[in-house]
Every structure is written in structure tokens, then in C-alpha cells.
């Protein structure tokens, strides 16, 4: 089949890669959001979907929005019979859904209808579920609410970030959406409506979202860090200074610190919290490098008893 594929950031490249490398598929196009202001410099940089494209010498779209009547004109000129998405990050209209034959498929990540909308990894994380996935549907004009083509499911484990579920889930949904196209252009596959029952939503977390309540169970706070990471990264406040958190560990033998309290260490910083403490991985202070809990509070002259938050 003749692809246009739209997607954006780094996650969305291995399923790229893999229709790049497919011998039944070729990919004409690829559509991806403008170029964006990155770094210290704030230059204007394309995204890793439009550089991975230019690689490979395929045509980039990169519409302001995907209505207007330019890039709509030259998606029809294009013809494809198919469209793959992975987080393109931008709502598509019906004139857009409309041009290729099969559609605009999606790989979203995570079991539909469980976790609908931008961030379902982090909220995979962050609730503690064992078990997640990757799933390919029909876009409609619902939100992630289209009938599924085809599932692979991915085991959470105890100690995973979103950025690493993630890692693993864009490889491996990179392969289900290359079956996904190779089944719909032999004819043997059709999409199957998703469940009424069991739909939650996943959306966007902010820097809001990310604040740590030490008041909360050890094991909230422990799943809010991790499903934090990398983006947009936890945090909380020291002396009224934003202080990052990356991932902690359970400390469960200390039930005695107050919620934010500080056990000052040689090698370790451990917190309380409105159960058993947790102990500070690496920290990164305002202007600051990351670094391990012990040296940052060394470097403060910290001492037990100090609060978080």
C-alpha cells in the first residue's frame, strides 16, 4: 500500500522504521507538526519524525493545522491508501480521515478502551497497573474510541518509568502496526468495536500534576515519581525552591519520619511520607545538574529533621 505516515516525536521513529523496512508497503510522505524552538539556543528544530523522513529522502508535510486547505489539497494529490499515526499530536479532521481508502490508523499506547487520550503510559504508571499494552484502531472522530485492529500487551514492572514502558512499548507496537498494515492490505483484518465497559482517560500530565503530596502512601508517591519520568519530571518544594525528584525507593523498616520530613544520611536522604519513608534517588536543584540525594544535601549542609514540600 502507498502510506502517509503522521507522527512527531522520537517514540513515534521505530514504527517508521519498520514500514520503511516493510517490502509490501511504501511510504510517500510523512506529516508531522512544524518545527519547534528546542535547547538554550531556543533554535527552531524539526521533529525527530521529520528528520528520521529526511533521511530517507520522503517527502515532509508539516501543516500548522491539519484543516488547512493546503496540505489538505496536497494529501489528496497524494492519494495514499492508507495512513499509519503515532503520536502525531494533533486533532485530524473529517476532510483529512476521508482521503485514504483504509483510513488513518493508530498505535496507541495502551489496552483501549483502557487509558483514552494523551498521556496513557504515565497514567499506566501512575495507577499501578500490572499489565499494559499497544493497540492499532481506526480513527474516527472520537477520542481514541475507534474499532481495534489488532493488541500486544506489555508487563509493568516495579521498577519501570514511563520513559522506559514507553521504550519498550514503541518497539513493540512498532511491530504490531507493520502486521496491523500488512493485514489490512491482504484483506484480513477488520476492525472490531472497542468494549463499553472499562473505558478510563489519560489526559495530559501537567508540571501541576507532578508535584509530590508527601502526605500521600509511599507507594503513591513512588508510582506519581515514576510515571513522571522523564516528562514533566516530579518535583517538590525545599525552602521554597523547586527541587526535581527522579525515582525513590520504598524504604519500608522507617514508618517514624513525619509526611516531608528529611533523615539526613553519609549516603542516603530518606522522606517521609503518610506511610513509610522513601529514599531520594537523583535530585536536581534550580540551575543545578542532577545529582544523588546524599551529595545534594551535603552540598546544602542538610541536616535530619529539614522538610520537603
Not at 42 to 65: F, M, W
Not at 209 to 234: E, H, I, N, S, Y
Not at 295 to 303: C, H, I, M, N, P
Request: hydrophobic fraction near 45%; charge should be negative; aromatic fraction near 4%.
Amino acid at each position: 500500500m502507498r502510506l502517509v505516515f503522521a507522527g512527531t516525536p522520537e517514540v513515534a521513529v521505530p514504527a517508521l522504521d519498520a514500514l520503511l523496512a516493510s517490502d509490501r508497503h511504501e511510504v510517500v510522505a510523512v506529516v508531522t507538526r512544524p518545527d519547534a524552538t528546542a535547547g538554550r539556543g531556543r533554535r527552531l528544530l524539526a521533529s525527530p519524525v521529520a528528520q528520521r523522513a529526511q533521511e530517507a529522502g520522503i517527502e515532509v508535510l508539516k501543516p500548522a493545522r491539519p484543516r488547512d486547505e493546503d496540505f489538505l489539497t496536497r494529501l489528496r494529490e497524494i492519494a495514499p491508501d492508507c495512513c499509519p499515526v503515532v503520536a502525531y499530536g494533533a486533532l485530524l479532521p473529517k476532510a483529512a480521515l476521508d482521503v485514504p481508502a483504509h483510513g488513518w490508523v493508530n498505535l496507541h499506547f495502551s489496552l483501549l478502551p483502557a487509558w483514552r487520550g494523551a498521556a496513557p503510559v504515565q497514567h499506566a504508571v501512575m495507577a499501578g497497573d500490572e499489565v499494559t499494552g499497544a493497540s492499532t484502531f481506526l480513527i474516527e472522530q472520537g477520542l481514541d474510541s475507534g474499532p481495534v485492529y489488532g493488541v500486544v500487551t506489555e508487563e509493568i514492572r516495579p521498577a519501570d518509568t514511563s520513559g522506559d514502558l514507553l521504550t519498550r512499548l514503541s518497539l513493540s507496537g512498532a511491530r504490531l502496526l507493520a502486521a496491523t498494515m500488512d493485514g489490512i492490505e491482504r484483506g484480513e483484518l477488520a476492525p472490531q468495536p472497542q468494549p463499553a465497559e472499562g473505558i478510563t482517560l489519560a489526559p495530559k500530565i501537567t508540571v501541576e500534576d507532578a508535584q509530590v503530596d508527601w502526605a500521600a502512601p509511599a507507594l503513591r508517591v513512588d508510582r506519581l515519581v515514576r510515571g513522571c519520568t522523564p516528562a514533566p519530571g516530579a518535583w517538590t518544594l525545599i525552602d521554597g525552591e523547586r527541587l526535581k525528584l527522579g525515582p525513590v525507593r520504598l524504604a519500608p523498616e522507617r514508618d517514624d519520619l513525619a509526611p516531608g520530613e528529611l533523615d539526613v544520611a553519609k549516603n542516603a536522604v530518606l522522606v517521609g511520607t503518610g506511610s513509610h519513608a522513601v529514599r531520594l534517588g537523583e535530585v536536581q536543584a534550580q540551575g543545578k545538574k542532577r545529582m544523588p540525594a546524599a551529595d545534594w544535601a551535603r552540598g546544602l549542609r542538610l541536616s535530619s529533621g529539614a522538610r520537603l514540600g
